[in-house]
């Protein structure tokens, strides 16, 4: 009928358990932030503060343990007596007869070529340049082979997404035979 009231709509228990769960959750998060804010973040913040003077406190009182450590090894350390010079005995000369044998070496060569100055700064420059331009890096010849199409392949992927698409009907087909 036209004029009627419309029907009563059945609630939606999930529905209402779903937005109860997460505004609880909303709330619960930002408990959490207040407290961070305003409990744990100015603790943290002062024990920065007093950091440095805490580390200032015990270098000073290592220090004084080293002092007072070493003026008790000066109190109780004994004088030694300046070392002596001691002349050290002379070296003994003795001839030793030496039998020398002609043979027949080659001469070694002695002299290094020299370069004029112009080349010598350009190979200067040319290794300068070399060492710092780095060593060079290999370009790749290929593509990586690694990831899940890797391993799997394409066959394996669109047999994947077949029995995806076979599973949705089959859920579908189920959900209609039992509420209908």
Known sequence: EVGAPLPEESSNRT?????????????????????????????QRAARQ??????????TQVAQSLTQTA????????PTAAPTN????SPT??????????????????TLPTLAPLTATAV???TLDA?????PTSTPTALPNTG???DVGIPGLVLMGLALVALILLVRQLRTRTTG
């Open 15 to 43: 529905f209402i358990i779903a937005a109860v769960g997460l505004g609880g959750l909303l709330v619960l998060s930002m408990i959490c932030l207040a407290v961070y804010a305003l409990v744990i973040a100015p603790r």
């Open 50 to 59: 007093q950091e440095p003077t805490q580390i200032a406190l015990q270098n």
């Open 71 to 78: 003026q008790a090894e000066r109190a109780t350390a004994t």
């Open 86 to 89: 001691t002349p050290s005995p």
């Open 93 to 110: 000369v003795t001839a030793t007869q030496v039998v020398v044998l002609p043979t027949d070496t080659p001469t070694p060569f002695t």
């Open 124 to 126: 200067f420059q040319a």
């Open 131 to 135: 060492a710092q331009a780095g060593t």
């Open 148 to 150: 899940f199409a890797d």
